[in-house]
């Protein structure tokens, strides 16, 4: 009798290792087919293999659906799709994320761990709630939902949400739990196809906003304005520009300056800085002084006035905004007049 409950415990241990081997050869097959390097696919367990095989499947039924997407989804691998690639995410300065409509990361480019210190097999499959601030949930939720009119017409996405980070101050990366928040600017389009797997998805390119800013031409002037947007300082260059002496300037909000028409998109642009700390205004239109209007861009940060001394750590810090400002265009309509200055 103990002799057959010994032969029993022994089939049964050597079906059981027999049924494990089957499953780690099944999970190094399907690991052997993602389209990663090596040296990541060894370190992957198998909870990831599943995650990131069921991303690339979703993946595949995108781009079998003939919708091009772009070079960066490219799943082949090859040499030559790798190198260019690389160039593209060299002249974005940012990352590739592909959104489905539910909000799972359904890819984001390899070069993700350079701006946000959390690698692509880490983020691909979750969902990106779990990793944006709770705040922007909204914004997010109003940016996946596409109206009828916008389900085959690739409507455009531009939008400021704060995501965790793993990369400290010096470049190194940090536990999860002591992330921070980053602001990145998600600018792309909604994209749907048909056939037998519909499937629709958000294709954006993902780009960390600077806290500073450098004058890269004289098309471009600085200024600083209480939280309000009113002007508190402005470069000289601002004359040669828009026409305004910047002492004349001081005091005045950006709204007084703004085109009529512009007013939704600097008010949207003037909440995200608030809540977020960073934004970017998107291209909207400032008056000239003699008449007309130039298109321009701002990009601002909300940052101490006076940074509080160790014998003051309670005292409260006054805020202003940081912004820069670039010209994208010549004078437009230069002999209309739009306000009492002009």
Known sequence: MRADKERRRAISREAARRRRRVESDVFGDLCRLLPLRASIRDHLDKPSIIRLALCYIRLKTLLQDDLYVSPFLDLKGTTEAAEETGIYLTILEGFVMVL?????????????????GLTQTELMGHNIFEFTHPYDHKEI????RLSAEEFWSDAKRDFVVRIKSTLSLRGRSTNIKSATWKVLQCQ????????????????LTCRPL???????CARTFSSQ????????????SVLSILGYPSHELVGRSIYELCHTLDTIRLTKYHVDLCSKSQSVSGRYRILVKGGGYVWVESHSAVVPRVRASKSRTGAPQHLMVLCVTYVL??????????????
């Open 210 to 216: 600077p806290v500073s800013h450098t004058l890269l």
């Open 141 to 144: 939720k109003s940016n996946l």
């Open 225 to 236: 304005h209480s939280m309000d947007m009113r002007f508190t300082q402005c470069d000289h």
């Open 188 to 203: 792309g389009r909604a994209m749907a196809c048909a056939g037998p797997f519909p499937a629709s998805c958000l294709l």
């Open 329 to 342: 265009s010549d004078v437009e309509e230069p002999f209309l007049q739009l306000s009492v200055d002009q």
């Open 100 to 116: 489905s409509l539910e909000g799972d990361m359904m890819f984001l480019s390899d070069n993700v761990g350079c701006y946000l």
